[in-house]
C-alpha cells in the first residue's frame, strides 16, 4: 500500500487562493471560465479570430507551466514530483480524461471551480460525476486490481 500523503495546509491554502484569485481575475477582466481544457482546446483549434485571444491563452498556460519555477524562486527547492506508473498507462488514462472533458463539456476547472462559484445545476452535476468517478477509480486500483 502506498504511504499516506503528507499534510500541508499551508501551501494547499495558497495553492487553492490563487487557483480562486487566478479564476476571479480571468472572469473579471475577460469575461471568461478558467477551464484549462478549454483555454488548451483554444489554442490548439482554429485560430480564433481575434489575436488577443489566443494571446490571453498562451499568457495563462505559460503561469502555469511557470509556477514551478516561481516555487523555486520562493523556497529554494523544486515541488517533489513521483510518477510511478507506467508510460502507456498515464497516455491511455490522458486520453480518457481528455474524452471526458469533451463529454462533459468541460473540465474540473471549468466546473468544479468556476461552475460551482457561478452555482452552475450542470457543474454540479458534472462535478458530482468527476468526484464518483474519482472515488470508483481509486477503489478499484487499490482494492481491486
Do not use: E, K
Not at 523555486?72 to 510518477?83: E, H, K, N, R, W
Amino acid at each position: 500500500m502506498d504511504a499516506p500523503t503528507a499534510f500541508t495546509p499551508f501551501s494547499a491554502l495558497l495553492g487553492g487562493v490563487l487557483i480562486g484569485l487566478s479564476a476571479v481575475m480571468l472572469m473579471a477582466l475577460n469575461g471568461r471560465i478558467a477551464g484549462i481544457a478549454g483555454i488548451v482546446g483554444g489554442l490548439l483549434g482554429p485560430a480564433p479570430f481575434n489575436g488577443l485571444d489566443r494571446f490571453w491563452r498562451l499568457a495563462f498556460v505559460a503561469g502555469l507551466v511557470a509556477a514551478p519555477a516561481l516555487w523555486f524562486a520562493v523556497t529554494g527547492a523544486m515541488p517533489q514530483v513521483s510518477v510511478t506508473d507506467s508510460w502507456p498507462l498515464l497516455i491511455v488514462a490522458g486520453l480518457i480524461v481528455g474524452v471526458g472533458t469533451q463529454i462533459g463539456s468541460g473540465c474540473t476547472s471549468g466546473h468544479g471551480v468556476c461552475g460551482l462559484a457561478r452555482l452552475s445545476p450542470r457543474s454540479l452535476v458534472a462535478t458530482g460525476v468527476f468526484m464518483a468517478a474519482a472515488l470508483l477509480t481509486v477503489f478499484v486500483t487499490r482494492h481491486l486490481v
